[in-house]
């Protein structure tokens, strides 16, 4: 990559460890909280009530936010010391582990049980994790003509996963990122 590719891309990349599985902080929500939760089983489409603490939910999308910002921050550190000749391919292959553990997030908000308040947030922010994973797939074909536009998108697409994350942590009784 030029210079100036590998610069646009810093940029688009500088929000990788993103609001969205930001960890920081304990749960504020009273230990014994619970609130109804309902689920769709993926065979049907019947929902499920249950029962789960608030705190429990956040302690799940905690550990979860952890996980995934550890492998997003390695790969933001890696990222910024790319050589100016590093390729599209290249930066696509450093991006596999992060692409992985934002999938290996979204599988554990999928398979667990959420308080109806944060239901479709979650939804949501998965849904934003999947914008952000098809960014970092893309990487392989971005190019001095395509960089400025990938970036743009990127941005753009940390900035929803981040207000979706918010959305979640407050449900959760969680504070707001920081990062």
């Known amino acids: 990559m030029t210079r100036s590719v590998r610069g646009i891309l810093l940029v688009g990349l500088a929000g990788l460890t993103m609001a969205a599985c930001s960890s920081s902080g304990s749960p504020a929500a009273k230990a014994g909280a619970t609130t109804s939760t309902a689920t769709r089983s993926s065979a049907t489409t019947a929902l499920t009530t249950t029962t789960v603490s ?3 939910a956040a302690a799940v999308y905690a550990a979860a936010a952890t996980k995934v910002n550890a492998v997003l921050s390695a790969f933001s550190a890696a990222a910024s010391s790319w050589p100016s000749s590093e390729t599209g391919p290249q930066a696509a292959a450093s991006a596999g582990p992060s692409i ?3 999938k290996v997030f ?9 308080p109806a ?7 949501t922010l ?3 994790d999947g914008a952000l994973s098809g960014d970092l797939q ?18 753009r697409d940390a900035t929803i996963d981040g207000t979706d994350a918010n959305l979640v942590r407050h449900d959760l009784g969680l504070p707001a990122s920081t990062g």
Request: glycine share 0%.
């Open 54 to 56: 608030t705190q429990s």
């Open 100 to 102: 992985t553990a934002l």
């Open 106 to 114: 979204d599988t554990t908000l999928t398979n667990a049980q959420w």
């Open 117 to 123: 308040n944060a239901n479709a947030d979650v939804h």
């Open 126 to 128: 998965i849904e934003a």
């Open 138 to 155: 893309s990487l392989s074909q971005v190019n001095a003509l395509s960089a400025s536009s990938w970036a743009t998108q990127f941005s």
